[in-house]
């Protein structure tokens, strides 16, 4: 499968373009972004082309790996879906349910193939526990704590985005936070938004329609000493935390990659693919409305 890289920023140059060169099963074809100059370093660095057309890319590849800001990821992904490419998305899916649904309508109309990075998702230790917790029956509720400090740390090459200070941890790190809890607690039905914490940080409530409850704390804001990912889960069962995972970035993406090539050889969709992004959208959509004032 050739793939290309649509995308030139941090996240590009850290995961996606060394995924992309060491994954032994993709043939990493090609960079765009936009702007020309990076595009030409970053595949410079890689010892691929740099294209200055995004459409001469996307009729040069079978697929295209993502990593842009989510607005600009979702017309892409749209256009290259119709350009018959299959999608390696980044999270979010999109900004709105309107754009996430595009890029949803546009997969099912092509007829390709796609799967939207959850890191977790993709870390084999982490994936392994969530199947364990969703076969078991009875769970009454999770607790999930997603607290990053790009905003209040020194030196993060993410401090900078536009679409993070904008949208803020509720976009950036609740994705995450849902990709765990969903697949056990199954979809939520309801979701409340109470009032924000300190800087970006935000409290969810949701109703999950097997009868169970999470809560989810979440932030970009916290002191670095008090960052870090946690999730729990009390029931019938007793109680069971995420593991911790030393997987990197690059080896989830690694896996993303396999996952994007099953998907695309079988027709079968990956349990992340835009489908679920969509939804995960929706649900932020949701609340975003609740903390802005909204019913």
Not at 15 to 40: D, I, T
Not at 268 to 274: F, S
Request: aromatic letters at 6%; hydrophobic letters at 50%.
């Amino acid at each position: 499968m050739r793939i290309g890289l649509l995308g030139t920023g941090p996240w590009a140059q850290m995961a996606y373009a060394p995924a992309l060169s060491r994954h032994g099963e993709l043939e990493f074809a090609g960079v765009w972004g936009r702007r020309a100059a990076a595009a030409k370093e970053l595949a410079d660095s890689h010892g691929v082309r740099a294209y200055d057309d995004v459409d001469t890319l996307l009729g040069d590849v079978d697929a295209v790996a993502v990593a842009l800001p989510p607005a600009v990821q979702a017309d892409l992904a749209v256009r290259a879906a119709r350009a018959g490419c299959h999608l390696l998305l980044d999270k979010p899916l999109a900004l709105t349910v309107e754009e996430g649904r595009a890029v949803v309508e546009a997969v099912e109309e092509a007829g390709v193939a796609s799967v939207v990075f959850f890191t977790a998702r993709f870390q084999p230790d982490v994936e392994a526990w969530i199947a364990e917790q969703a076969a078991v029956e009875g769970w009454f509720t999770g607790r999930a704590e997603w607290l990053g400090a790009v905003f209040s740390g020194d030196g993060s090459p993410f401090a900078d985005s536009p679409w993070r200070r904008e949208k803020g941890a509720l976009w950036d790190v609740g994705p995450h936070a849902l990709s765990v809890l969903l697949p056990v607690l199954g979809d939520a039905r309801r979701v409340t938004a109470a009032a924000p914490g300190p800087g970006d940080t935000v409290h969810l409530v949701l109703e999950h329609i097997g009868g169970s409850s999470s809560t989810l704390a979440l932030s970009l804001t916290a002191p670095p000493a008090a960052a870090g990912a946690a999730v729990e889960l009390r029931g019938a069962a007793g109680v069971t935390r995420l593991p911790e995972s030393t997987e990197s970035a690059v080896s989830a993406l690694i896996r993303a990659g396999d996952a994007l090539r099953a998907a695309s050889r079988t027709g079968h969709a990956h349990a992340c693919d835009a489908a679920f992004g969509l939804r995960v959208t929706e649900i932020l959509a949701a609340a975003e409305g609740m903390l802005n004032g909204g019913a």
